[in-house]
């Protein structure tokens, strides 16, 4: 296994890819969306972030943070929200799949991937290009026709704070291989 090393610089803008265990389709229930909902706001009241952008799959999720100046331990803040959707979760619905013997020796249930896709954004065009590749991406996926018709983004906000003047085409919304997304 690669000795893998996490860019951390503090009160930087990273973008995230978080995957569902075997890509399962978790978040298609409202009420799977409000417990991630209410594991986000509890884990920013505790270790604030400014979420630049967000867009919630079925499977998956992708989002830009943006770190406080004096920060960049975002592993602290996707464990907490991992941590607190699983435990309201699985209150729910019980342990839908079985463990492995490694994830019952880490405590860990098979909700989520174990990890986690970052890539810091280098300048102001890196940050836009990753912005568009969030939004765009219930159309990249067959889930929609239209971004507007995708609920679960924060595409709607960047319009009505007048971001995107008429619609993105995917040309300009996707520019670079899914693989350097974290898909």
């Not at 000795?3 to 951390?8: E, G, L, P, S, V």
């Not at 975002?74 to 941590?83: A, F, L, P």
């Not at 860990?108 to 836009?128: G, P, V």
């Amino acid at each position: 296994m690669p000795n893998y090393i996490r860019a951390r610089l503090e009160g930087a803008h990273y973008f995230f890819t978080v995957v569902t265990y075997d890509r399962r389709r978790l978040f298609c229930s409202e009420w799977a969306r409000q417990c991630l909902r209410e594991a986000i706001c509890q884990t920013q009241l505790r270790y604030p972030y400014e979420s630049i952008a967000l867009c919630l799959m079925p499977e998956h999720l992708h989002c830009i943070w943006k770190l406080p100046p004096d920060d960049a331990n975002y592993s602290i803040r996707w464990s907490m929200i991992k941590g607190l959707f699983t435990r309201q979760y699985r209150q729910r619905t019980g342990s839908l799949v079985p463990a492995s013997a490694s994830r019952t020796r880490k405590g860990e249930a098979c909700i989520w991937q174990r990890r986690f896709w970052e890539h810091r954004i280098r300048d102001e065009h890196d940050l836009w290009k990753h912005v568009n590749y969030i939004h765009y991406n219930p159309v990249r996926h067959g889930l929609v026709q239209r971004l507007e018709e995708w609920p679960w983004s924060t595409y709607h906000r960047y319009v009505k704070e007048g971001f995107y003047g008429r619609i993105v085409s995917p040309d300009e919304a996707v520019d670079s291989d899914p693989a350097d997304f974290g898909e």
